[in-house]
């Protein structure tokens, strides 16, 4: 195997040199980042922002899914669409912003809201999922594929003054194994009530608020793949029954996954900050346990109505 | 509340996030004391708690926003068994000290002098 | 006096009804945001995403100022400015993209480091200002002229993985009175040593720490300017005596400041975030007590060196 | 550490922020447990817990890159006086519980069991 003297182009050099620098990041974490594929669900309040920082540090490949087209009321939140793009698809008005920040990106557009029957074939594409959607039937479709398809999840929500992040699914090892981090329905059994789910347009939503969510959630896809993403090869037997690293195949320390959290943000709150230690895997999640009713062929066939699920009062738009 | 000395009473504060609070005069933070025991004498534990902030402090009487499927709370007190398992409504976090309930016992944790019980509803808004 | 029946135009109805539906915002908070003007110095990390979500939340006119021009090893998390863009001044740069996205905002470029011979003319123009550099010289300046000119400052900053931000002089009392919110000045007294003083550049920063502080800092400001600026009409003599208010003029309580507290951020740590009290101003402040010795006629005259007071070790742009 | 029996130590958490870990063998959070009297028989205070992590805990030769001025730490053990005043290095915040230690009577603070005591440098970036 030919090792380049110079893995990075002169170019990428330049333009990440300043997290290049890092430990944390490194000339290896660069190289991870290049070579690694984000999928954004939602180009909106949470997907504008978080798109664009990973532009900006190089990752490979993102790809962008929504069906919604700009409006004016998203400007004061949405900072990748402009006045003059309004009713443009939103999934090419945050490229054609992205591309101006960083052309060396490849980036994919989806004009189309996710559904169960593509979300497998989408997300086998890519390394890490980015929930940025509004609504709690796409974030347990998100959440189901990202188990069946062995992806981290990061997930995000904003309304009104409030933000919450969790890391989800990571590692992210097959259903039934213990090691393997919680799924949305392992913290979030059943979906609200109907009657209690409050969206944007309804709520509102200060923009600032859902840009830090959206940020960070940019931050914790950079953490998870400068680290390098466990795999499931990664555990061998010995760990999986014991949960110790056994002689052979000792996971690398610093490529274990954070335990689980949930961040909650509150803008106006005294600490606006909060982190809170969440449950792992749930031996009996319908998801991501060996128990599990969400298969391949249910969520492809589509005879899983997470619209039904989640009980809508109103027609409602899954993504 | 009905504390008669301060050995019968707990001092907790009890708070409200991600749109929960509108359930509770609109304030996210309560610094309450819950008596000590039960009804039976026990130790007060959190379905404790959840039966006593439907009976005190909630002011809305949209008790199922709050409580499971609304067959708790909507009842009227007296019928509100110490027995009767408390399960948190879907769509709400109830986190003890930080930390999920599942991981201090759910609603038989119990409450300590000073804990932080902190009721977190999901936001799907982005 | 004519009351508008409608105060605001049909289409800011449309772009910021989001916001306008929340009570923390309203009617009122909408038409402070519009008749308010922001400075923000330094368009660089922390400056692109403060600007572009105030912009976005309809401040009225937003002030930047920046000498420099923009570099490709920006890019990574100066997300206002685009690679065609490399070697244009970095305030035209993030003007036009500001533009884009919300052309109803007079922007006002200053195509220059700030110093303390033009920095108090430039102040009294803005309502708030926002602290978006990178050296100690230019801290010490930028909270000097605050409390001079008494205008609310909203100070972030970041390296390698960590954050930090604090909102200061607020309430903006005149220097000497207790119930004015700390300077710069009170919490650091004195520079660090410059062989302590690392640079981005030199140190690395990873785009969404730095990116996360810019947001929360125009998340800072919008609410300052929501609430209404606490002035020194507000505050009686009674009230400055006593610390109390007095029955003739009872200062709003949802226009009281909040308490001096400083954010940190550290993206590698668990929690994230901490929030930490400060103090309040301090009786021997050289900027903002009785005894000040920072003056007008000292800043306007140039006779405060801030490079040399921080002792640089290197040649330092004060921007 | 030469803690005799759990009654001669304090157990706290000391941690370090913003780039001060790096004087710290890199690590932000330390727990220990320094002695409860100082050499003068007094209650330790911050004073000493500065003193005892120059002495101990840091690994760092630049002590003036910690403490003010390089006057206190920079000379040999036996030197520091109690009695020596420590201030804090300019760029250096000290914070006891989440307040600045100028709210809490600064180097003259008497450790409690359990503090947290957080140092912070300021930065600059941007
Ligand atoms: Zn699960
Ligand atoms: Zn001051």
Redesign the interface.
């Known amino acids: 195997k030919v090792v380049k003297l110079w893995p990075l182009d002169k170019?990428e050099y330049?333009?990440?040199?300043?997290?290049?620098?890092?430990p944390?990041?490194g000339l290896t974490g660069q190289l991870r980042l290049k070579s690694s594929s984000v999928l954004v669900v939602?180009a909106?309040?949470?997907?504008c922002?978080a798109a664009?920082?990973l532009a900006?540090?190089?990752v490979g490949m993102i790809g962008l899914i929504d069906g919604d087209t700009v409006e004016?009321?998203n400007?004061?939140?949405q900072?990748l669409?402009?006045?003059?793009r309004v009713a443009m698809p939103k999934v090419d008005s945050a490229i054609a912003s992205l591309r101006?920040?960083?052309?060396t990106v490849k980036y994919i557009p989806y004009h189309t809201r996710l559904t169960a029957e593509i979300a497998l074939d989408i997300f086998e594409k890519y390394d890490v999922i980015l929930d940025?959607?509004?609504?709690?039937a796409s974030?347990y479709l998100i959440s189901d594929a990202c188990v069946l398809s062995q992806k981290p999840l990061v997930s995000?929500?904003?309304?009104?003054?409030?933000?919450?992040l969790m890391v989800l699914n990571n590692p992210p090892l097959p259903p039934g194994h213990a090691q393997g981090g919680p799924c949305y329905r392992c913290?979030?059994?059943?979906?609200?009530?109907a009657?209690?789910?409050?969206?944007?347009?309804d709520?509102?939503?200060?923009?600032?608020?859902?840009?830090?969510m959206g940020?960070?959630q940019?931050?914790e896809t950079?953490?998870i793949i400068a680290k390098g993403i466990q795999r499931y090869s990664d555990f061998d037997s010995t760990y999986l029954q014991k949960g110790l690293p056994s002689g052979n195949s000792v996971p690398d320390p610093h490529r274990l996954s954070?335990?689980p959290?949930?961040?909650?943000f509150?803008?106006?709150?005294?600490?606006?900050?909060?982190?809170?230690?969440?449950?792992t895997r749930k031996a009996k999640c319908s998801a991501c346990s060996a128990q599990t009713t969400v298969t391949r062929e249910a969520l492809k066939s589509g005879s899983l109505d997470y619209v039904q699920f989640c009980g809508a009062v109103s027609p409602v738009d899954a993504l | 509340m009905s504390a008669a000395s301060t050995e019968d009473v707990v001092p907790i504060t009890v708070e409200f996030?991600?749109?929960l609070e509108m359930l509770f005069s609109n304030e996210?933070k309560h610094k309450l004391s819950i008596a000590a025991k039960d009804e039976s004498g026990l130790n007060s534990n959190v379905a404790f708690l959840v039966r006593y902030l439907c009976d005190n402090l909630m002011k809305d009487p949209r008790k199922?926003?709050f409580v499971l499927d609304g067959t708790v709370c909507v009842v009227p007190e007296h019928v509100l068994s110490p027995a009767l398992t408390i399960q948190r409504?879907?769509?709400?976090?109830v986190?003890i000290n930080?930390?999920?309930w599942?991981?201090e016992g759910e609603d038989k944790y119990e409450i300590q002098k000073g804990d932080n019980i902190?009721f977190?509803?999901?936001?799907?808004?982005?």
Chains 1, 3 share one sequence.
């Open positions: 170019h330049r333009r990440y040199g300043r997290q290049l620098i890092m944390e990041i939602g909106g309040g949470l997907g922002p664009a920082y900006g540090a190089g004016e009321s400007l004061h939140r900072i669409h402009s006045t003059e101006s920040l960083n052309p940025c959607t509004d609504t709690p974030r995000a929500s904003a309304l009104r003054t409030d933000g919450q913290v979030f059994p059943k979906p609200p009530p009657a209690s789910v409050v969206s944007c347009g709520g509102g939503i200060l923009g600032p608020v859902v840009g830090t940020v960070l940019a931050l950079i953490k954070e335990p959290s949930l961040l909650l509150s803008a106006f709150s005294n600490p606006p900050f909060r982190s809170i230690r969440l449950r | 996030s991600g749109g996210r199922d926003l409504r879907p769509g709400i976090l986190l930080d930390a999920d599942e991981l902190l977190v509803s999901t936001l799907h808004g982005g």
